[in-house]
C-alpha cells in the first residue's frame, strides 16, 4: 500500500550569519508532539515537540518527522545553509516565512514565533544574567553551571557577550525542562525566561552600570540598634520601626543625616527624644534610660548587614 505524506512545509530561522567552524547547531520543531530523525539518525530531544542535532555539515540534508503511534508528518529535504545556528519549523497547514528581524504573518502560530531579537549593543563588556524557570531547575549556560539564587533561579556573572547556549534540567528524573540559544548583549543585566516549550526569552535588560547605582547609594545606609534596659517603643522622624516592648531593636537601611529618635516605655517613665546624626555606612549603638536619655555607646563601619 503507498503511503503518501500530507502536505507540509519546511521553514528555516537561521541566526546572525556566522561561519559554522564545528557544523550547524539545529533545532526543529515540529507542532505536535513528534520524533525526528536527519539524515536518518536521531538527534537530541528537548522536549516533546523540539529536536537539536549538532555538528551539522551545511547543504541539503533531509528531514523526517513522525507523530503518535508513528504517524508521518513531515518529511523532506532543507538547505542548511553556512551559520552557528539554524531553526527548522514543520508546519502541515500553511507556508510560515520567518525572517530574522521581520514580523511574523498574522496566524502563525505560538511554537513558530522567533524569540524576540536583542537591542543592539556595541559593548564588549561581561553581562550578568538571570535565568528563571517555570519549576525546581538546575541551569547551565555555555554548559557551566552559575550561583543558584533560588530552586527556581540561576545568576551567572562575567558572561561574555554574543550567543549563549542556555540549558535547564529538573524534575525526578532530571529531565530536560528548556534549551536554546539567546543574543546576550554586552555590559548589561538581563533576565532570561525558560518556558514550558523549550524556549528561552531575554525578557528584562539594562544597562549595568545603571543597575549598580541603586546598589551603590543603598551601601551608603547605616544601621541604629537600641537598647533599653526595659520594654520600650522606638520611633525614628515620627514613624514606629520593630515591634512594641522590646528592649534590643537594629533599625536597617538608615539614610545618613539627621534624624529624630524617640523612645516611650511601656511601664512609666517620660519619653526620651533626641536628635542623631547617622554616618554613612556606619553602624550606631544607642542606649536609651529614663536616667540617662539618649547615649550613644559606640560606632563602627558597617560591613555586612546581618
Known amino acids: 500500500m503507498f503511503l503518501r505524506w500530507p502536505l507540509l512545509s519546511l521553514s ?60 508521518p508528518l513531515a518529511g523532506s529535504f532543507v538547505f542548511i545553509p553556512d551559520v552557528a545556528t539554524a531553526d527548522v519549523f514543520l508546519a502541515s497547514n500553511k507556508r510560515i516565512i520567518i525572517e530574522p528581524g521581520s514580523s511574523t504573518m498574522p496566524g502563525t502560530p505560538d511554537w513558530a514565533e522567533p524569540n524576540p531579537p536583542a537591542p543592539a549593543s556595541t559593548s564588549r563588556a561581561p553581562s550578568v544574567a538571570t535565568v528563571r524557570c517555570q519549576d525546581d531547575c538546575t541551569v547551565l549556560l555555555d554548559g557551566k553551571r552559575g550561583l543558584r539564587r533560588d530552586n527556581r533561579t540561576w545568576e551567572f556573572r562575567d558572561v561574555a557577550p554574543g550567543q549563549r547556549r542556555v540549558e535547564g534540567t529538573g524534575g525526578f528524573f532530571n529531565q530536560q525542562q528548556f534549551v536554546d540559544y539567546v543574543e546576550i548583549p554586552g555590559g548589561a543585566e538581563v533576565t532570561l525566561y525558560g518556558d514550558a516549550k523549550g524556549r528561552v526569552t531575554l525578557t528584562r535588560q539594562e544597562d549595568l552600570e545603571a543597575a549598580r547605582r541603586p546598589q551603590a547609594s543603598a551601601t551608603m545606609t547605616s544601621m541604629v540598634h537600641v537598647r533599653c534596659p526595659k520594654a520600650c517603643t522606638v520611633m525614628m ?10 528592649t534590643n531593636l537594629s533599625l536597617r537601611d538608615v539614610p ?51
Open 12 to 71: 528555516l530561522l537561521v541566526s546572525t550569519p556566522v561561519l559554522a567552524e564545528d557544523g550547524v547547531a539545529i533545532r526543529v520543531r515540529c507542532s505536535e508532539k513528534c520524533t525526528v530523525v536527519l539524515d536518518g539518525k536521531h538527534g537530541f530531544r528537548v522536549n516533546d515537540s523540539t529536536w537539536e542535532f549538532k555538528g551539522i555539515a551545511p547543504g541539503n540534508r533531509r528531514i523526517d518527522a513522525t507523530g503518535v503511534l508513528n504517524r
Open 237 to 246: 522622624d515620627g514613624q514606629r520601626r520593630g515591634t512594641s516592648n522590646a
Open 256 to 306: 545618613p543625616g539627621a534624624h529624630e529618635l524617640e523612645v516611650v516605655f511601656t511601664v512609666g517613665g517620660k519619653p526620651r527624644r533626641s536628635t542623631l546624626e547617622v554616618p554613612a555606612s556606619r553602624e550606631l549603638f544607642v542606649t536609651v534610660s529614663e536616667e540617662h536619655g539618649v547615649q550613644v555607646t559606640n560606632t563602627k563601619p558597617l560591613t555586612a548587614t546581618p
